[in-house]
Structure formats: structure tokens, C-alpha cells
């Protein structure tokens, strides 16, 4: 085992994680993670690879990538490789055809749009001379026939107003609609509704939308997920965090988080604050948006 393989293994012990709760922060195969702690590189894809996974394994138990990565070169020191030129030659070739074709494509749609537009105002005329009415005369508007009250001659220009005559020859208001009260929308509540295989699952209803606060009150690696409607789930973050720094999410579909130190982190979803812990132990949260 190497000393850089010592010192990840021993990090995570302390932190009691295990490699399977490793595998699924990293998503990093389990049998590299342990390739990694006994320093057997040669069972990684490659020189890119193991970087990669070193600098997430750190993240994922608190240390700091940056060192951990000076520490993996200064014991292998990775071999110079050059660029091929022949892949940057054909990528800008490709670019320059792409180019070429959009600027014909352009042109053909422009002539075919003039084109278009002639033929558009020879027919206008046609049909107006066609018509016998020239092109900057305007027909006259119709104008609407004139009621009148043969019993009263001056009935047909005085506007009536909507009354209710009694038989006695009284007229009375119509009476004015109460309007409907507006409904109150619902107060927005967060409950806790079970543990589920080490996953702390959360209710959220009477809002539309999720927002969620974090501040962090310490080093801690931290990941945030949207939940899709077929159950999968998108990246939103996945990010070392550091004390004072803060972060927001709004999102309309339900969220996974999962921490790598629980007391380094404040909760707080639609204003409510969620109890992640008080403990440096990894945590995960399933915040579940249930709209109305």
C-alpha cells in the first residue's frame, strides 16, 4: 500500500465511510476505489482516470484535492504527451464546411423569400385593378341599419339603461352580484416521513415550487440531485464546499441530497429549517414535492 493510498484509506475510516457509500457519492467503481488505496494504479483506464478519481475521493471524505493531487505527482509524475495536430487540423476543416453550408443555406432562403415577395405584390395589384378598385382607395365602410320605435320617434338614438319595471310602471335597479370570496392557498408545509435505508425523506405540499437554502458551517462535500418522474435522477451540483459558503436551489421536481458531513451544513426548505445532524458522518436527504 502507498502512502497516499494509506492516508485515503485511513481518512475514510475515521470518517466512517464505507466503500460502498463511497461508490455511490463518486460513482466510482468499488474495485478502483480499492485499487487506489493498496496504489495500483495499472487497474484504472488511465493516466486522466486516475486523477479524476483520486481528486473525487478526496472530495467525497473532506481532504483537500489540490494536495492530494501534488502528493499523487510528486510520486508519479505523469509522462508529457503531445497534442495530435491532425485532430485540431480536421476540427477546424469540419468548422469551416459547417460555416460554408450555413452561408449557403442563408443566401438560398433569402433569394427564395425575395422571390416570394415580387410575386406577392404583382398579384396584390392584379387583383385590386382586377377589382376596379385602385390600390390607395379604401371601400367605404357599411354602415349599421338604425333601430327605431315607431311608438316612440326619439326611442332609436337614446341608450336605454337595464332597468326592472314593475307592473305599476316603476323602474328599479338591477341588483348588483356579490363577488365570490377568494380562496386562501394553502399554507406550505414541510414534514419528515420516514427513513428509508439510511435516506431521510421529507414532504413537502401546498407550494408549486422547491427552494432550497444551504450555508455551510465547515468543509464538506456535497451533492444535489432532481428527481425525475421515471425515478432517475440529474446533477444539479456536486461541489467541496467551504465555511461561509452559501447556495440556493428553486427547483419544480423533487430533490436528493447527499452530504459528506452533516454538521457542516444548514437546511432550510421553503423556509423551514430540516435537522441534518450534528454529526461529521455522511448524511442523505430526499426532500419529495407533492403539488396540488
Not at 475510516?13 to 461508490?23: A, N, T, Y
Not at 335597479?173 to 380562496?183: D, F, I, M, V
Amino acid at each position: 500500500m502507498s502512502d497516499l493510498g494509506y492516508i485515503l484509506r485511513k481518512t475514510r475510516l475515521e470518517r466512517k465511510i464505507s466503500l460502498d457509500d463511497l461508490q455511490e457519492v463518486t460513482k466510482i467503481r468499488k474495485r478502483y476505489l480499492e485499487a487506489i488505496e493498496e496504489g495500483n494504479y495499472k487497474v484504472l483506464p488511465g493516466s486522466f482516470y486516475v486523477r479524476a478519481f483520486i481528486k473525487s475521493y478526496a472530495e467525497a471524505v473532506g481532504l483537500d484535492p489540490t494536495e492530494v493531487l501534488n502528493m499523487y505527482q510528486t510520486t508519479n509524475p505523469s509522462p508529457v504527451v503531445e497534442k495530435p495536430v491532425v485532430e485540431t487540423i480536421r476540427k477546424n476543416r469540419t468548422s469551416v464546411r459547417n460555416t460554408e453550408k450555413m452561408s449557403r443555406w442563408a443566401s438560398s432562403v433569402m433569394f427564395i423569400c425575395f422571390i416570394l415577395l415580387i410575386f406577392g405584390i404583382v398579384y396584390y395589384y392584379t387583383y385590386k385593378n382586377y377589382k376596379g378598385t385602385p390600390a390607395g382607395e379604401k371601400p367605404s365602410q357599411t354602415q349599421s341599419p338604425r333601430i327605431t320605435d315607431t311608438t316612440n320617434p326619439g326611442a332609436g338614438t337614446t341608450p336605454t339603461t337595464s332597468t326592472n319595471a314593475s307592473s305599476e310602471g316603476k323602474v328599479e335597479p338591477l341588483p348588483t352580484p356579490t363577488p365570490a370570496p377568494t380562496p386562501t392557498p394553502p399554507a406550505v408545509q414541510v414534514k419528515f416521513s420516514s427513513n428509508e435505508k439510511g435516506v431521510d425523506n421529507y414532504i413537502i405540499t401546498g407550494t408549486a415550487n422547491l427552494n432550497i437554502q444551504m450555508k455551510i458551517n465547515g468543509s464538506c462535500w456535497i451533492r444535489v440531485d432532481a428527481l425525475t418522474d421515471g425515478g432517475g435522477k440529474d446533477m444539479l451540483r456536486q461541489k467541496l464546499y467551504k465555511a461561509g459558503d452559501t447556495d440556493a436551489f428553486d427547483l419544480t421536481s423533487s430533490a436528493y441530497l447527499n452530504v459528506g458531513a452533516a454538521s457542516a451544513l444548514e437546511l432550510t426548505v421553503n423556509g423551514t429549517v430540516v435537522p441534518v445532524g450534528d454529526t461529521p458522518n455522511p448524511k442523505r436527504v430526499q426532500l419529495n414535492l407533492q403539488k396540488n
